[in-house]
């Protein structure tokens, strides 16, 4: 288990925020969640704004993730996430199209970090927070959501690790976001 730096942490996040426009916002923001996961156990930095084969889809950053050490053994073999630091809540259309990237690929889990949340209700029966539970059913794939309150509350990378498998949890177990 490794401990994260707070100043890191709040260091990018102001980055982020205070970026000249949303390129470099976004720069920032990957660079904040190249740190988190790099830190964890038997996840590796794999790249970052990878497109396909046909350039429909860019991946923000992609870890390698060696399952039989890795202390996210729990999520597939490569780590998939997508960044987004908006003023406003990302909706069902953002949602929707971060399942169809996962999707394509053949994956069961995705990391979605928005730093302002998601539209609708924790319960799944509105918005995009109905996009994450219908994931699970339709496509069978888990959207695993950190926002920007979660960030700051890591101090350890298990930390980090129990969080992401708690919200497996919620979203399987208890249908909840």
């Given at each position: 288990?490794?401990?994260?730096?707070?100043?890191?942490?709040?260091?990018?996040?102001?980055?982020?925020?205070?970026?000249?426009?949303?390129?470099?916002k976004g720069d920032k923001l990957e660079t904040?969640?190249?740190?988190?996961?790099?830190?964890?156990?038997?996840?590796?930095?794999?790249?970052?704004?990878?497109?396909?084969?046909?350039?429909?889809?860019?991946?923000?950053?992609?870890?390698?993730?060696?399952?039989?050490?890795?202390?996210?053994?729990?999520?597939?073999?490569?780590?998939?996430?997508?960044?987004?630091?908006?003023?406003?809540?990302?909706?069902?259309?953002?949602?929707?199209?971060?399942?169809?990237?996962?999707?394509?690929?053949?994956?069961?889990?995705?990391?979605?970090?928005?730093?302002?949340?998601?539209?609708?209700?924790?319960?799944?029966v509105s918005n995009a927070h109905s996009e994450?539970?219908?994931?699970?059913?339709?496509?069978?794939?888990?959207?695993?959501?950190?926002?920007?309150?979660?960030?700051?509350?890591?101090?350890?990378?298990?930390?980090?690790?129990?969080?992401?498998?708690?919200?497996?949890?919620?979203?399987?177990?208890?249908?909840?976001?």
């Open positions: 288990m490794a401990n994260y730096s707070q100043a890191t942490i709040r260091r990018l996040l102001h980055e982020s925020d205070t970026a000249p426009n949303s390129d470099v904040l969640v190249k740190y988190l996961f790099e830190k964890v156990r038997g996840v590796s930095f794999h790249k970052k704004n990878v497109l396909d084969g046909v350039r429909a889809h860019e991946l923000d950053v992609v870890f390698k993730n060696d399952k039989r050490i890795s202390d996210l053994y729990f999520l597939d073999f490569a780590i998939i996430t997508e960044c987004k630091n908006t003023a406003s809540r990302l909706g069902s259309n953002e949602v929707r199209w971060f399942i169809s990237k996962l999707v394509d690929r053949g994956f069961s889990a995705g990391v979605l970090i928005s730093l302002s949340g998601i539209t609708g209700a924790a319960d799944g994450v539970l219908h994931a699970i059913t339709r496509d069978g794939v888990s959207i695993l959501l950190l926002d920007r309150a979660e960030i700051l509350s890591l101090a350890t990378t298990q930390d980090l690790a129990d969080l992401l498998s708690e919200k497996i949890l919620s979203l399987t177990i208890e249908r909840t976001v």
